[in-house]
């Protein structure tokens, strides 16, 4: 869940993505009226344009601009994103359930680490 200048924004378990207006209003996406490839939102964040991005589970990860335009679909080789986070240089780090992190920039995608590269962790829950 997170909030910005024009509502909450809320992933949910099979329900897709949730938007709460300032004026109560809602919208739901999902697969039948967006481009989400899964329902299930494992994890949302802001960048410094004001678009959002959303990781999925089996889904990968998605892009909205600012302007409300579904921009990207990643599908990653792991498509089940668990954590995401952006750093100062506007890079996207992807946080995946079979452990591998990736770092978008300029839409390069970059495989950081996979799950054999780790010794003592054998879940990643945040980055």
Do not use: C
Not at 80 to 97: K, N, P, Y
Request: aromatic share 10%; charged share 20%.
């Amino acid at each position: 869940m997170l909030s910005d200048d024009q509502g909450i924004w809320i992933g949910t378990n099979a329900g897709g993505l949730a938007f709460r207006s300032h004026d109560g209003k809602w919208i739901i996406y999902n697969t039948q009226n967006s481009e989400l490839l899964s329902n299930d939102i494992n994890t949302l964040i802001k960048d410094k344009r004001g678009g959002l991005w959303i990781g999925t589970h089996w889904g990968g990860l998605v892009y909205r601009n600012s302007n409300g335009q579904w921009k990207h679909k990643y599908k990653l080789p792991d498509s089940r994103v668990i954590t995401l986070l952006t750093d100062s240089r506007e890079g996207l780090w992807i946080g995946t359930a079979l452990l591998h992190k990736y770092k978008i920039n300029d839409i390069i995608v970059a495989i950081i680490y996979q799950a054999n590269d780790l010794v003592m962790s054998k879940k990643l829950e945040r980055i």
